[in-house]
């Protein structure tokens, strides 16, 4: 398995991972990174024959819990089930972290649905510690 940044011929098999983990989302893929002008990146997991994991990260003005300091944000990670408790998404965090310091930024944010337990607990084990448990509003404004 090798983990690498995402190329064109990756887009079927991303577009169909990113459906996995934001089923609600359109499918306009690279649109909704683009759309977040932001400097971005997706990291894909390589096993040979198929891909079986993917990250996307940011680079945010501003990271809830640093403070008004810029840093890196992990936007989404996924990792098929039937490879899952193997490293991948360990390998993938790797990838996007190289990218996150190469633009200069010494610090990472993520976020996680309280109800998730696999992803905090993956979290906390790679050195993430809770900044706070929030409730988010949105409105459509007439
Ligand atoms: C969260 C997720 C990305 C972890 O991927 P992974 O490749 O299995 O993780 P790794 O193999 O790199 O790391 C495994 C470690 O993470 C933690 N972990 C992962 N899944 C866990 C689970 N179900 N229960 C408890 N701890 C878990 C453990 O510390 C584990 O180490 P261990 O196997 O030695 O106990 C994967 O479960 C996933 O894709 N979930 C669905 C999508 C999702 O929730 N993404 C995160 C959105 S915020």
């Known amino acids: 398995m090798i983990v690498r ?3 064109p011929a990756d887009h079927r098999g991303w577009s169909a991972m ?6 609600e989302a359109g499918r306009d893929d690279a649109g909704d ?18 891909l079986i994991g ?4 940011t680079i945010r003005s ?4 640093l403070y008004f300091r810029p840093g890196g ?7 098929a089930p039937k490879a899952r408790r193997t490293g991948v998404a360990t390998a ?13 930024a010494n610090a990472m944010g993520s976020d996680a649905m309280p109800d998730n337990r696999a992803s905090i607990a993956w979290h906390k084990k ?10 988010k509003f949105v409105r459509e404004l007439d």
């Open 92 to 104: 993938l965090l790797g990838g996007v972290t190289r990218w996150v310091r190469e633009r200069g």
């Open 54 to 57: 993917f990250a996307e990260a």
């Open 18 to 23: 990113r459906q996995q983990l934001w089923p």
């Open 33 to 50: 990174l683009a759309r977040m002008h932001v400097p971005a990146v997706v990291m894909v997991a390589d096993d040979g024959e198929r």
């Open 5 to 7: 940044a995402l190329e």
């Open 62 to 65: 501003v990271v809830d819990g």
């Open 126 to 135: 790679h050195g993430f510690e809770i900044e706070a448990e929030v409730i």
């Open 73 to 79: 944000f992990l936007e989404g990670i996924w990792v």
